[in-house]
């Protein structure tokens, strides 16, 4: 069955720091790919997304992520992470071929001001 | 409205009562999707109408939770003889025609369910 996995569950860090969250998925055809955040006290809005070309995605607050199809993953990355950015964050795949979202556990991301 | 409207944004019911959910999507959005997100869990699916195809229901986790969509807008989740496990927020979320043809889902605020 399709599944996602955020092997990050609950990360700490100090502002500045460069941030990454794993996500990997287990489905060999096509897929889309997605980050959603959802800030305290606050909806789910999407982070960014990736469907078809460039495998490195820009999304907003300087977020981007890779799509590495040989390993499966869609990994977040920030270079320098603000107070600001604490948030849960979700890693969700779609079958090309369904509409079907299914999303990872989420990892919790807490920024030392 | 501009977003996904729910409601009611709380409630709390006796274990054993039905409880209705209702979702008002995006409008123009044909798709319409119920997520149910517990502490740990992140979000679980539950059911996807598109349209007015027969629904993906293969995320409802059991014969006591049900959902319908009249009109192809609005949506109700029913929840039948509530238990405790049932204790979480109830997310819908729309999009416009197909997911896969790169469209994005948007999530309304959920429906917090506790259940005492």
């Known amino acids: 069955a399709q599944s996602v996995s955020q092997h990050n569950h609950h990360v700490i860090l100090s502002e500045a720091a460069s941030l990454e969250l794993g996500c990997n998925y287990s489905?060999?055809?096509?897929?889309?790919l997605f980050w959603y955040v959802q800030y305290p006290g606050q909806h789910l809005q999407l982070l960014l997304k990736?469907?078809?070309?460039?495998?490195l995605v820009k999304g907003i607050k300087g977020f981007e992520a890779e799509f590495i199809k040989s390993k499966f993953s869609f990994n977040l990355r920030k270079p320098s992470v603000q107070w600001s950015d604490t948030a849960e964050y979700f890693c969700?795949?779609?079958?090309?071929?369904?509409?079907?979202?299914?999303f990872g556990k989420g990892t919790r991301l807490h920024i030392l001001p | 409205g501009a977003g996904v409207s729910q409601s009611p944004s709380n409630k709390v019911t006796e274990k054993g009562k039905d409880v209705e959910l209702r979702c008002d999507p995006i409008?123009?959005?044909?798709?319409l999707y119920w997520y149910r997100q517990s502490l740990g869990q992140g979000l679980e699916f539950l059911i996807y109408?598109?349209?007015?195809?027969?629904?993906?229901k293969s995320g409802l986790p059991s014969d006591r939770f049900s959902a319908e969509r009249t009109g192809g807008s609005v949506s109700t989740l029913t929840i039948q003889r509530t238990q405790q496990e049932d204790s979480a927020v109830y997310l819908c979320?729309?999009?416009?025609?197909?997911?896969?043809?790169?469209?994005?889902?948007?999530f309304g605020e959920g429906s917090w369910l506790t259940v005492v």
């Open positions: 979320a729309s999009s416009f025609r197909r997911v896969g043809s790169g469209n994005t889902i948007y």
């Open positions: 489905y060999g055809g096509t897929v889309n």
């Open positions: 990736y469907f078809s070309g460039d495998p």
């Open positions: 969700a795949v779609n079958l090309n071929r369904d509409d079907k979202i299914i």
């Open positions: 409008s123009g959005h044909t798709a």
């Open positions: 109408f598109q349209g007015n195809s027969a629904p993906d």
